[in-house]
């Protein structure tokens, strides 16, 4: 139970980083090229995959914590 609860709470912590590290990195990459060109729109679609990853993180580490609160 307390191995699935830390699994849990380490994958909503990587998950909420990730998340965080994508949406600064976007911003930074855009500001700084002042315009959105073809380079600019392989990093985004890049990013954004980043970005899905960090939010399915956060789910399973969601239901990995329930999981060790419920048992």
Do not use: C, F, P
Request: proline letters at 0%.
């Amino acid at each position: 139970m307390t191995n699935l609860l830390i699994a849990g709470i380490s994958l909503d912590a990587l998950g909420t980083v990730l998340i965080a590290y994508t949406a600064l990195t976007v911003h930074a990459r855009v500001r700084k090229e002042h315009h959105i060109d073809k380079r600019v729109e392989v990093a985004m679609r890049r990013e954004w995959r980043r970005g899905m990853t960090g939010v399915l993180l956060i789910i399973i580490g969601y239901l990995l914590q329930v999981i060790a609160l419920l048992n």
